[in-house]
């Protein structure tokens, strides 16, 4: 099968859907469909490009790649045209160097920025480390402790949060603060309350006798990672983007897209209508079995598990069948992308369904466009395309091939009904 003709296989485009979840709003929409078509490839079963999965990606000034890979204490470094091209950073604890595996990066002008779970660094273009910050804050209320994360475009930070063992505060809270920290660690304010959809259902079972305990959040529940939140931050780093109220007894029902200011000034609020989703019984059997299986340890890969494997699988996966519960409907919003072009990007549907879909907003809200990724076969198994960075003409985003192995791609988007954007 071709590039172009697998890159269909994995992906359409499709700006009117059958799908209830988009049949309210569809009067800003393009009727016909968009198109992807695979520019670039990424990766190799064993060759110099082998990937691991991928975390973060971005595209620097240059036109370079910029990857972090799970279990690698620097940033990977690629041409344009996907030729390696060295790497950035080293394991350690000095300016330049990373404690434990970075989780996301970006750019502020021509510096590269990357973080762990412990410091932000920061990098000329050619690699050099020009700073580090570094803290760690206690916020015992919610059973967090920050450390700087993401930096904003004022030298502020949207902090990385950890839970530590009070987790459950934060886990059962209905509303979080999205907090901002100087870079020296100390609370500049608040700029948003999020609302935790789904934290009802976050799964909680003391720990019993023999130590086994959870407390999660629900497959379900709506996740960016910006502070455990489902927040992102736009590109410039200027503002975040986020669904607040969430009306399932309106008519119809609607939720909020709003993206906020760094300093808490709204910038857009707008009511997006849409249609519930029934939480499916063949739909809970298979998160119910996931969830279990992950709990009894099926999901951890064999490299990783102790060699006396995992202690009481069978009552870990009976208890955790037990425990989860489910609500009646699927949350509207499951992801969020900031596009590079401030387009929004909403994932509304999402696993356990056959597709992933992606309304596509403009920087008023309005409904332009929707992404539909399928679930594919590789021969070794089903895979779906995780989107990283999309705009109206580019989407960057990870696929598994043979033998589970990761690639890059990046697909031009070609719509008809305009260009503008």
Do not use: K
């Amino acid at each position: 099968m071709s590039r172009r003709a697998s890159a269909f296989a994995i992906a359409a485009i499709s700006a009117t859907l059958s799908s209830p979840a988009t049949a309210v709003a569809q009067q800003s929409t393009c009727d016909v469909p968009w198109q992807l078509e695979e520019t670039l490839r990424l990766g190799s079963v064993d060759g110099e490009d082998a990937l691991s999965p991928v975390r973060a990606l971005e595209i620097g000034p240059d036109g370079r790649i910029y990857l972090l890979q799970s279990w690698d204490h620097h940033v990977s470094v690629f041409l344009p045209d996907g030729s390696p091209a060295g790497r950035i950073g080293r394991a350690g604890s000095g300016p330049g160097e990373f404690a434990s595996d970075p989780r996301r990066m970006g750019w502020r002008a021509d510096t590269l920025w990357a973080s762990d779970r412990f410091a932000t660094q920061f990098y000329r273009t050619d690699g050099t480390p020009v700073r580090q910050v570094s803290f760690r804050v206690p916020m015992p209320a919610e059973g967090s402790r920050f450390a700087p994360g993401t930096p904003l475009a004022d030298g502020t930070f949207l902090p990385y949060r950890t839970v530590n063992e009070q987790l459950e505060l934060f886990m059962l809270a209905r509303r979080t603060p999205l907090r901002r920290l100087s870079a020296s660690g100390e609370i500049v304010d608040t700029i948003a309350m999020i609302d935790r959809h789904l934290a009802d259902h976050a799964i909680h079972r003391e720990t019993d006798s023999r130590g086994f305990g959870m407390m999660l959040p629900h497959p379900l529940a709506p996740s960016n990672g910006e502070s455990l939140l489902p927040v992102v931050a736009v590109v410039d780093g200027s503002a975040v983007v986020f669904v607040g109220e969430v009306r399932p007894e309106d008519e119809p029902p609607t939720f909020d897209l709003l993206r906020i200011g760094i300093a808490g000034d709204t910038l857009l609020h707008r009511a997006v209508p849409y249609v519930p989703l029934p939480v499916t019984r063949d739909e809970r059997e298979l998160m119910r079995e996931r969830f279990a299986a992950g709990r009894a340890g099926d999901l951890t890969p064999e490299r990783l598990r102790p060699p006396w494997g995992i202690p009481d699988a069978e009552r870990r996966r009976r208890i955790a069948r037990e425990a989860i519960t489910f609500p009646e409907y699927h949350p509207p919003v499951r992801r969020i992308l900031a596009g590079r072009d401030g387009s929004v990007w909403l994932l509304r549907e999402a696993w356990p369904r056959d597709a992933s879909l992606w309304e596509v907003y403009d920087e008023e809200g309005n409904l332009e466009g929707s992404v539909r990724t399928w679930t594919a076969s590789t021969g070794d198994a089903d895979y779906r395309p995780y989107i990283f960075q999309a705009s109206r003409s580019e989407v960057w985003a990870q696929i598994r091939g043979v033998l589970d192995v990761p690639y890059i791609v990046r697909y031009e988007v070609r719509r008809s009904c305009g260009q503008a954007g």
